[in-house]
T-cell receptor, first 115, second 110 residues
């Protein structure tokens, strides 16, 4: 079975400080991993993905994420937070081996960047 | 560059009414999806399609139906609306990798 856990419902960080949004996953095979961001009253927007290769993935708006197979984690990071980064962030996983068509989403983490 | 277009954006239904949420994409994507988003619950897959004429159930299909007569369109039908179907509905599509989402349709059943 596939699942994603985002252990923090809310993350607060001061503007200019580094931010981390945590994600752990469970799949039977190897994962495709994704991060999406949702601004109020909008659809989800793709930030970055891990398919294969380098464990450090760089994405949109200065975000990056590190795939850690031993810890089954895919934490989202940014070196210096902006107020405009405040939004709802979703981690998602799809099992590469089973070819599953569903993308399983975490419950989301609300990031608030304090000026 | 429209991407994924959903209509309507907002709708209020009475219990027992029926309606169709429309979804269209102009990216020639084979895969299309319907998700519902409830507060604190993330997104749950209702139905998906891997191409025209092919649809399959997701995690929460009860009370919904879909059809996929063309590559572009993937409407979601709600029959006999119930308060439990109050939610925000998102349509999405993909070619091979990431999903592209519509702006959402907020449905309230009273």
């Amino acid at each position: 079975a596939q699942s994603v856990a985002q252990p923090e419902d809310q993350v607060n960080v001061a503007e200019g400080n580094p931010l981390t949004v945590k994600c752990t996953y469970s799949v039977s095979g190897n994962p495709y991993l994704f991060w999406y961001v949702q601004y109020p009253n909008r659809g989800l927007q793709f930030l970055l993905k891990y398919i294969t290769g380098d464990n450090l993935v760089k994405g949109s708006y200065g975000f990056e994420a590190e795939f850690n197979k031993s810890q089954t984690s895919f934490h989202l990071k940014k070196p210096s937070a902006l107020v405009s980064d405040s939004a709802l962030y979703f981690c998602a996983v799809r099992d590469r081996q089973t070819g599953a068509n569903n993308l399983f989403f975490g419950t989301g983490t609300r990031l608030t960047v304090i000026p | 560059n429209a991407g994924v277009t959903q209509t309507p954006k907002f709708r209020i239904l009475k219990i027992g009414q029926s309606m169709t949420l429309q979804c269209a994409q102009d990216m020639n994507h084979n895969y299309m999806y319907w998700y519902r988003q409830d507060p604190g619950m993330g997104l749950k897959l209702i139905y998906y399609s891997v191409g025209a004429g092919i649809t399959d159930k997701g995690e929460v299909p009860n009370g919904y139906n879909v059809s996929r007569s063309t590559t572009e369109d993937f409407p979601l039908r709600l029959e006999l609306a119930a308060p439990s179907q109050t939610s925000v509905y998102f349509c999405a599509s993909r070619l091979t990798g990431e999903l592209f989402f519509g702006e959402g349709s907020r449905l309230t059943v009273l």
